[in-house]
């Protein structure tokens, strides 16, 4: 008996169903990334301008994650008393002068030293389930201005929001006892548990985005990607 050949059209439908679904995460991506790109131009905040004098803050980034340095110590916040390892000398024998915060993904923050070490599973469930916050802490001694960490001035007022934005993410500790922290991949960071949700939609670009615009700071209503945050941030060399 002959071999029945495939008909044409049932050949150029399968074809059709594969391209649709080699080509509907490429949608997706495209789909995230200009959501992205609108939501971070539409502004917080629009009247805001930079104090002339106050407290100098900076916002860093790698390009893929961004973050809030903030001095240990001023007159409006000591986070030595919130965070025991910003009063701890570095490695270096150096004490820390600012505390550089990040919120983000509990089990990559812990379990993932690199991009490359991202394991398929993990990806996946944050995608379609999210997973815990976790906030990292670095110290640094006397940062100075750059690209990658860009400084604002902000009025005392508007600090102390920002104080009291972060210090919202962290779960209450009892009076008397020390707040505890996990070993960190970065060097010289500590990170300590964070309440929050990580999901597409509330990364962390959009934490720090999300923080910075309590305080009052211009900024982008979604933020998810570390460009969309920077972008509201005038670089040092713009100055």
């Given amino acids: ?77 000591d986070w030595r008393q919130t965070f025991p390892s910003a009063g701890m000398t570095r490695s270096d024998g150096r004490m820390p002068t600012h505390v550089a915060i990040g919120w983000g993904e509990k089990e990559v923050f812990l379990n ?3 991009w490359g070490d991202l394991k398929a599973s993990t990806a996946l469930r944050i995608v379609f389930q999210g997973g815990d916050g976790l906030m990292r802490v670095g110290h640094y001694a006397w940062p100075q201005p750059s690209e990658y960490h860009r400084p604002l001035v902000l009025r005392p007022e508007e600090y102390r929001v920002l104080v009291a934005e972060v210090e919202a993410a962290l779960p209450h500790v009892p009076h008397g ?6 070993d960190s991949f970065e060097h010289g960071a500590r990170n300590y548990d964070a309440l929050g949700r990580y999901t597409l939609a509330n990364t962390c670009n959009q934490w720090v985005g999300d923080t910075l615009a309590k305080a009052g ?14 972008k509201w941030i005038p670089s040092p060399a713009d100055n």
């Avoid at 006892?177 to 996990?182: G, L």
């Avoid at 700071?217 to 920077?230: D, N, R, Y």
């Fill in 217 to 230: 700071v211009k900024m982008g209503h979604w933020t998810p990607l570390a460009g969309g945050v920077m």
């Fill in 112 to 114: 993932t030293p690199t």
């Fill in 177 to 182: 006892e020390e707040r505890f922290s996990h």
């Fill in 1 to 77: 008996m002959a071999t029945q050949e495939p008909h044409p059209v049932t050949g150029r439908r399968a074809f059709k169903l594969t391209a649709a679904f080699l080509a509907l995460p490429l949608l997706v991506v495209a789909l995230f990334l200009a959501s992205a790109w609108i939501g971070s131009s539409v502004p917080r905040n629009s009247d805001w301008t930079e104090a002339d004098d106050g407290i100098v803050i900076m916002v860093e980034t790698n390009g893929i994650h961004t973050g809030i340095v903030m001095p240990v110590v001023t007159d409006v916040k």
